[in-house]
């Protein structure tokens, strides 16, 4: 090798190249942990992405070494519904088999979350588990080169900003091609929308059986065949777009999942008796879409070879995170806490709250923030119509209390109040339900997270343990 | 019409409102929902096509062809025709998808529609003139299109906030006779009552002798008009 000024330099950059990056990774790392330290003590929630952020700026590249460092891989989740709960449930799963998982906080699935999540990490994390946005998939894909990719569902979600659910599933499938080799991607068989898309890369599939929900669905996609665009016909739907389904017209079909949840019992809002690999079980959250999130955790399992056996057992205690559904305490009544995001998940949680005995009333809280959807009008393919025959009152919430009060307006049920003020809303519904009973709140994302804050900031409120 | 393949986009909420608001005033109100290979029910008052998507748009493309003489007809006789996005671009001339593949439409207005990449979408408000009565009205678009109106057609309305039919020239939907056009979600009809009923009182003024419709308590809708209008793009 020559000994010009040229040789010089390359033979420098080679050895103080890693010597720069290491110590820009030990000050991204470092520098992430105090942000999210500050964060934390100013009150700013679990979701900051100020961390993230930082490291990118400070050391390009983070992640991909970060990931690279991981002795049991990276999983990945994306999909329009679930991606929080299967994320956590693959994370729980592993961690039980004794991994060191690392995760990101719910809602922080954006790339610079999952920079943020990396940089905290501790020495010793070996796996990362990550749930990740559908328009930020494919720059994980390529930063994190997981060693799988579970993919949940495409439903109609926030489509100001992707348009229509078919650029999602495009988005899912341009990250899930450019996987590095080896990599095994998991799909849901159930979805006719999403398992087209991906079939010709080998997925393999997850479904739920024994649950017939709605039979005219009106709050799934138009159902038509991926291959020739004729109507759909249904075998078994399981709820919105998602069962066995054939075309009308041409030979395609639903494929057989590897692995299935078959539902026993669906009928409360915290319980699921499934069985699944010759074992029954009974988790403690509810509903099909949790049901479809558990076989997509036991299938990513299995395919980390850990049976469902196995799997299965951190499932039984396992409580959705952050959010989801949560119960709590403010001023003397209970309330349930539960995310609505779409008409689907939307409907669902409607269909639980409806099955749960001590619901009293209930809180509607609709906001148009970015992380909400900016258009609100997924509200009217929403079936508020069952919560409006139920009887239940009704208290309206949010940036949007007014269009969800006239949406129930128009389902049948006119609120008893609209309050945009979240305290006003929550203390409204204290009010009207009698002793005893639970209030439920539905909330989008932003309506979610105020609610919380604010019970948190009052003096009078307090979070009730998680109890049985 | 098409309401099996139309109706990705709330369009629900808008048959839900003509049909209420119909039905509050005391009108018996059947719904009758006509897809693809179906006849335009005889009789119908009001018509909706509403939004969806380009893949669901081309798939009805050769069945527009049959529905022509049907809808003009209906529109001939009294009906009232209302488009909403992918409705409102198949009631035109011509539409082009994004991979430039372009499907004749129903030919009721004289409106020609043309997808590009970039989609146009954020909070809107247009001023509007809809048979002799103004609205205000307020939505949210959400649209690849690009619409440009022939001679024929009115626009429905100016846009002070928004870029409406192209972004370039101003205007909001399309109005020609009984047909109508926009591209405003919201769903327009609960977020404009008096949208609704404009349209349901030239729909059913044949029945009632061209009475006005009996108001309605609209607080409630007021109040999603404002939250909707104060919307920042």
Same mark, same amino acid.
């Given at each position: ?468 | ?53 380009? &893949?669901?748009? =081309?798939?009805? +493309? !050769?069945?527009? $062809? ?6 003009? %007809?209906?529109?001939?006789? /009294? ?36 997808? &590009?990449?970039? =989609?146009?979408? +954020? !909070?809107?408000? $247009? ?6 009565? %103004?609205?205000?009205?307020? /939505? ?94």
């Amino acid at each position: 090798m020559s000994t010009t000024g040229a040789g010089t330099n390359a033979i420098a950059r080679d050895a103080i190249g890693p010597l720069l990056t290491a110590s820009h990774d030990g000050l991204a790392e470092g520098g992430a942990r105090s942000i999210r330290v500050l964060s934390r003590g100013f009150g700013l929630g679990a979701g900051t992405s100020a961390p993230g952020l930082f490291v990118e700026r400070i050391a390009p590249g983070f992640v991909a070494r970060r990931s690279a460092r991981l002795r049991d891989g990276v999983v990945l989740v994306s999909g329009t519904n679930g991606k929080t709960t299967t994320a956590a449930m693959i994370a729980s799963i592993l961690s039980a088999q004794g991994l060191d998982v690392v995760t990101n906080a719910s809602g922080a699935n954006l790339f610079r979350g999952i920079a943020g999540a990396l940089a905290v990490a501790p020495r010793s994390a070996s796996a990362g588990v990550f749930e990740v946005d559908e328009g930020a998939l494919e720059r994980v894909v390529r930063a994190t080169r997981p060693r799988m990719l579970v993919l949940t569902n495409v439903f109609r979600d926030q489509l100001d900003r992707f348009g229509e659910p078919e650029m999602v599933a495009k988005a899912l499938t341009g990250a899930a091609q450019v996987l590095p080799p080896g990599a095994v991607i998991l799909a849901n068989a159930d979805d006719p929308l999403l398992w087209p898309s991906v079939e010709h890369l080998s997925p393999s599939g997850f479904g739920v059986r024994g649950h017939r929900g709605r039979t005219q669905s009106i709050d799934g996609e138009p159902e038509l065949c991926a291959r020739c665009g004729s109507s759909l016909e249904y075998l078994e739907r399981t709820f919105a777009h998602l069962g066995q389904a054939r075309c009308s017209r041409c030979s395609w079909r639903s494929t057989t999942p590897g692995l299935t949840v078959e539902i026993r019992d669906c009928s409360g809002l915290e319980r699921l008796g499934i069985t699944t690999g010759g074992c029954e079980i009974l988790l403690r959250i509810g509903g099909v879409h949790n049901a479809y999130n558990t076989a997509a955790s036991l299938a990513a399992a299995s395919a980390l070879g850990i049976p469902p056996t196995l799997a299965i057992q951190p499932l039984q205690t396992f409580r959705p995170p952050f959010g989801r559904t949560e119960r709590l305490e403010f001023e003397g009544t209970r309330f349930l806490l539960v995310l609505m995001k779409n008409p689907a998940g939307a409907g669902a949680v409607i269909d639980q709250i409806l099955g749960e005995r001590d619901i009293a009333t209930v809180v509607v809280m609709v906001s148009d923030q970015w992380s909400d959807g900016r258009d609100v009008s997924w509200i009217w393919d929403a079936d508020f119509e069952s919560l409006a025959r139920s009887g239940l009152p009704v208290v309206t919430g949010g940036r949007r209390a007014a269009d969800a009060a006239v949406r129930l307006k128009y389902a049948g049920s006119v609120p008893r109040a609209v309050l945009p003020n979240v305290v006003g809303a929550l203390r409204r519904a204290c009010r009207i339900a009698p002793i005893g009973g639970t209030v439920a709140i539905l909330a989008t994302y932003s309506a979610m997270l105020d609610v919380r804050a604010a019970i948190f900031a009052s003096r009078v409120g307090r979070m009730a343990p998680v109890t049985g | 019409m098409y309401p099996d393949v139309l109706r990705t986009y709330g369009d629900r909420g808008n048959v839900l409102t003509l049909l209420r608001r119909a039905e509050w005033r005391g009108f018996r109100v059947a719904l009758d929902e006509a897809t693809i290979g179906e006849s335009v029910p005889a009789g119908a008052r009001l018509i909706l096509l509403g939004g969806g998507t380009d &893949r669901a748009q =081309r798939t009805m +493309g !050769p069945d527009l $062809a049959k529905r022509r003489h049907e809808l003009a %007809a209906a529109a001939e006789s /009294g009906a009232v025709v209302i488009g909403i996005c992918g409705g409102y671009q198949l009631l035109g001339e011509r539409f082009v998808a994004a991979d430039g593949e372009a499907i004749d439409g129903l030919g009721l207005l004289d409106a020609k529609t043309v997808t &590009r990449p970039r =989609r146009i979408t +954020g !909070p809107v408000r $247009a001023v509007a003139q809809l048979w002799g009565r %103004a609205l205000e009205l307020v /939505g949210f678009e959400n649209h690849g299109g690009r619409t440009s109106l022939g001679p024929r057609a009115d626009p429905l309305g100016v846009v002070p906030k928004g870029q409406g039919n192209n972004g370039r020239d101003g205007t909001e939907g399309a109005l020609q006779g009984n047909v109508v056009g926009t591209y405003l979600h919201g769903p327009v009809l609960p977020l404009n009552p008096m949208f609704a009923d404009t349209l349901l009182e030239r729909a059913l003024g044949p029945l009632t002798g061209w009475e006005p419709l009996s108001p309605l308590d609209d607080s409630l809708e007021r109040r999603a008009h404002e939250a909707a209008r104060r919307m920042k793009r």
